[in-house]
Structure formats: C-alpha cells, structure tokens
C-alpha cells in the first residue's frame, strides 16, 4: 500500500513538474493558434520577424531579471539604467569615439549600473525592491540631467551603430540575433556552470548556501551586474532604433520583464526559474501585444487582458 | 569557462561570416512608388496616436473616426502610451497589416524617423498630425498654426488693454516647437503695439506657470496683461495673481483645454487660443483621400485656431 501511494504520488510530482516546463510552452501554442485563427497574416513570415524584433528588447532585459529574481532579489532599475546607458553611449559617439567601442563601453556603463545595486543591497543590506527603486528614479534623475530633458539625436549615422538596432542578418533581424546569442550565453552561464547553480542555491536558502561555503555577496554582485548589462544591451538597440537616445525611454519596462519571468514560471521566491521559460514568456507578452493590435483591439482592453494573462500565470503556477 | 568561450567563438565566426548579407531597415525591399487608386469605402487607414490618456489626442483620434466613418473607410487605431519605441512596434504592426494609408501622430519628431522610412519602403503613404517628423518622406503635416495663434493672443490684448500696455509671456518648454512658434507669433505683433516688460520660461507646467508669476510680480508692478504659451501656465498665473489680491490683470492662454474652457466661463482666464483637434483629425484623413485619388496635397495644412472668449 504504502509503495503504491508513493509512486502515485511520484507520477503526480512528475507529471505537476512536467507540467510546470510544458505550462507556459503550451499557454504560446495555444495563443498563436488563436490569433492566427483571427487574422492569417499573424502567421506571415514577415510579421513572425517584426515580432521577435518587438519581443528582443523586453527578451534581453527579461534575461537579466531572471537571473536576479531566482537570487530571490528583484530589479527595479532596468528602465532608467537602458535610458542612462543608452544616453550616455550617445554622447560618447557624438564625441567622436568608434561605434564599436562606445557599444562596449555602453554594456560596462550597464554593468556598473548593475554593480552599483548589488553593492548597495549586499554591502548596505538594503532590500533589493528599496535599494532599486531608489536607483531607478537615481538613474532616471541622472539621464534628465546629462540630456537636458531632451532627446539626444543626429550622434552618428555609422552603418555599425545603425545595424545594432536596425540591421538584417540572412534576412533576420540583428537584435533578434542578439537575442539569440544573450539566451545562449545566459542559459549556459545559468543551467550549465557553477555560477548557475550556486544562483539557483542563494535563492533555495541564502543561510544553508553561505554554510556550504557560497559567497553570496560575489555571485549577487554579478547577478545584478548581469541585469545592468542585459538592460544596457537593449537600451543600445531602442538608441540605434529610433536614431537617438529619448530621456524617457525605458520608462515602465521593468515591469513587462518581471511578467515575462513570471509568466515563464520563475518563482518570484527565489530558488527556482528557467531561462527558456523567460523566453517563452516575453514571446506570448510580444504575441499578445502584436497580436492584439493586428486584430484591432483598443489599447485600453489590450491592457486588460496583459493583466488577467498575468494573473492565469500565477494561479497556474501555484496550482503545482 | 571553456564552454562559454567555445560558444563565444562560435558566435564570433558566425558573425564574422555573416558579414556580406548585413543589411539595413527600410533599404531591404523596393515596392512601387506609385499608390493605387482606392476609393475611401475600400480603404483601410492606420491611426498612430501618441497617447489616448491626453484628452487632446482623444479629441484627434474621433476626428479621424467620424471622418472615416462617413466615407466607409475602416480605421485600425494603436496607442504609443508616449513610448517612442511602443510607437515604432505599433506602426510595424499597422504595415503588417497592410493599411492603405499611415497617419501617424509622433510621440518625438527624431526617433519616428525610422518608422516612416520603414513606411516608405513598403509604399505605405504617411501623414503626420500635430507634430513633425525630421526624416522620411511624408505626404504633409496637418498641425495648428501657432505662429498665427501667437499673433491672435496678441492682437486680442490689444484690444483688451489698449496699445503700448505692460505685458508679460510665459513661455513653454525651451526648444520645443510649439514654444518657438507661439513665441515668434506673439512678438509679431506685441514688439509693435505692445510693451513687453519680461518674457520667462514655465515649462509649460501649471505649478511653474505659479511661481515664474509670483516671481514676475514681485519684479513688476503695474502688468496689464499675461500671454501664457498653453493654458496650464495660464491657469497657475491666474492663481498667482489672485493670491497677490490683483485682478484687472488680463491672461490669455494657449490650447483651449477643458479646464481653460471651464475657467473662462467662471470669468477668471479671458481668453485662450482654442487649437481644434477633432478638425485636425477630420482634415488628416480628407488630405489621405486626396493624396490616393491623386490630388495635389500641400506639405502642410493648417488646422484652424479659434480664439476663445467668455462671450
């Protein structure tokens, strides 16, 4: 008897965990079906690319967030570090500086940014939600500043710079390319090495993790430093995009990528999280988006149903 | 470590090799110039507003509805919620969709470019509304002519308080367009039939507008009149003179707001310099029926302005 109960109860764990990698897979397929039932040109070739270039911004600072909410942290930042960065690189390349170089210096400005909190929430032992809501309005106070409030545009007209944001590789996208190699890199560094795991520990339990001898303030150090980077990555692409760094850009953008782990099945607990799940999660908010203005529905209702797809993520998700 | 640098090297060379087929947004196809012919009950027109939460685009986007509607033309609508790139995205969705025409209201005149080059490639016709756009072709741009508003708000202080009377400006946002243009209209006439005292930014904020007053009270007396750039710095000016106890101070405002509109009816704000939004929408979409049965189009129309008093 007893047997028995045990493995029912190891088919139902496998199948709920099963369940929890396939969930939000399944939620995508099932949305595609639907919007391509509405309107066929959802499904046209073209529009599938200028959705994975829509999806790539929110992807790459999804990518990022994942990271740090399996820390059990959260970062609020991500939208005024994409405008901070990204104006700064603009200034740099108004002076004058190669592209490839102002892009590099771009992604460190966002590492640092990123570093930043991390010292602030570990050293300062603040609250990851304070400590980066507070650098949030700091960086976004920062950008007003250095532009003046006004958007920095006509800083280069570069084919490298241009290809960042608006490029065609193979007919693909170029941020969509990035995209592709951030997710590679990233899911690697989080499924593959010991960084990863020791992320995965400091989210379980941040006590048991220091005992096994984890230095937790280094591994969150590079979490958050990833998070600034990932930001910076996406605010180089909106720069490149739109031909100049807005003061405003970014503005809100922390809380589509949060949805988007969320939706991905991430536990905002900490401790447990994919990568692949952020993806998928950031593909259905960009199908919905997408999707929704395809077939003509109102802004207002479009916000509504962003929410209530946030919500059925949750409760599936506890459901496990 | 070797795992990450194996992939990164793979990248590398992938990117490296990749080099010959990189090409750019808005270069990669070539679809005739030439529009067809469509009468408006065929038509689809794609609506790109800045943001539906201001009142004044709201007014905007029923003016291209009604209009629309009249004829049989249907019209998709996308919100930028003021997001430059949530601009962009919604504009792509629109020329996936194949509308016939774009009217696009942009939330910033440089980083809209992109979106209507991407139009141009795929043959889509573009009419901005309200603000410009700094590259790409565009059919024409339907907005207010501030210059001639400027000029309306001087001309009515004239005959309010008589020539050579003491007046003050408040100005907008520095830089802005609509601050230059109201700015230059105003001095048009004011340098020759008025006597303007101080001219300061607000930013065209109400609780600015409050304080740059305060300020200009205290620096001068005997001010018969206020030119405001909008009607939010008017509103906080009007509180500012009311607190000093002074009242035969004329203020005129700018937009025609509902809140102005309320104001001049209580008798506290004389008048404001009403733009038309819903007109503008209205004439948006005839300059698109124009264009396709292929009448000339001027590259810009002006909505009409109408000086509103408490009469």
Known sequence: MEAKSKSIAQTKAKRSELFRKLGPLIALIVLVTVVTFLNTNFISPTNLLNLLRQVSVNALIAFGMTFVIITGGIDLSVGSTLALSGALTAGILAAGVPPVVAIFAGLLIGAALGLLNGIVITKGKVAPFIATLATMTIFRGLTLVYTEGNPITGFSDDFTFLFFGRGYLFGIPFPVVLMAIAFGILFVLLHKMTFGRKTFAIGGNENASYIAGIKSDRVKYTVYAISGMMSALAGLILTSRLNSAQPTAGTAYELDAIAAVVIGGTSLAGGKGRIVGTLIGALIIGTLNNGLNLLGVSSFYQQVVRGIVIIIAVLLDRKK | ?311
Do not use: W
């Open chain 2, 1 to 311: 470590m070797k795992k990450l640098f194996g992939l990164l090297t793979i990248f590398t060379m992938f990117l490296l090799g990749a080099c010959g087929s990189a090409t750019l947004e808005g270069e990669q196809s070539d679809e005739s110039e030439k529009v067809a012919e469509i009468s408006p009950d065929e038509m689809t027109i794609g609506l790109s507003i800045s943001t539906l939460n201001n009142p004044f685009f709201g007014q905007l986007q029923e003016g291209v509805e009604d209009k629309a509607e009249e004829n049989g033309t249907t019209v998709r609508t996308v919100d930028a919620q003021d997001d430059t790139a949530t601009q962009i995205n919604g504009i792509d969705d629109l020329i996936q969709q194949g509308v016939d025409v774009l009217l696009i209201n942009p939330v910033d005149s440089d980083a809209i470019t992109p979106a209507i080059e991407s139009a141009n490639a795929a043959g889509i016709p573009v009419i901005t509304l309200d603000r410009s756009s700094e590259g790409g072709e565009v059919v024409t741009l339907i907005a207010s002519d501030n210059v001639q508003g400027g000029e309306m708000a001087a001309e009515h202080i004239v005959e309010l308080v008589g020539e050579n009377a003491k007046v003050v400006q408040l100005e907008g946002t520095p830089g802005a367009s609509a601050a230059n243009e109201r700015g230059e209209g105003f001095n048009n006439v004011a340098n020759e039939k008025l006597d303007i005292v101080d001219s300061q930014s607000a930013n065209f904020s109400r609780s600015e507008g409050l304080t740059v007053m305060e300020n200009l009270l205290q620096s001068n007396s005997d001010i018969d009149a206020v030119f405001a750039q909008n009607d939010e710095m008017a509103l906080g000016a009007i509180e500012a003179i009311e607190a000093a106890g002074l009242e035969d101070i004329v203020v005129i405002g700018f937009d025609g707001n509902e809140d102005a509109l309320a104001q001049i009816e209580e008798g506290r704000l004389d008048a404001t310099v009403a733009q038309q939004p819903y007109e503008m929408g209205s004439l948006a979409v005839q300059a698109a029926y124009d264009y396709v049965s292929g009448k000339d189009v001027e590259n810009v129309i002006s909505s009409p302005l109408e000086l509103m008093t408490a009469e």
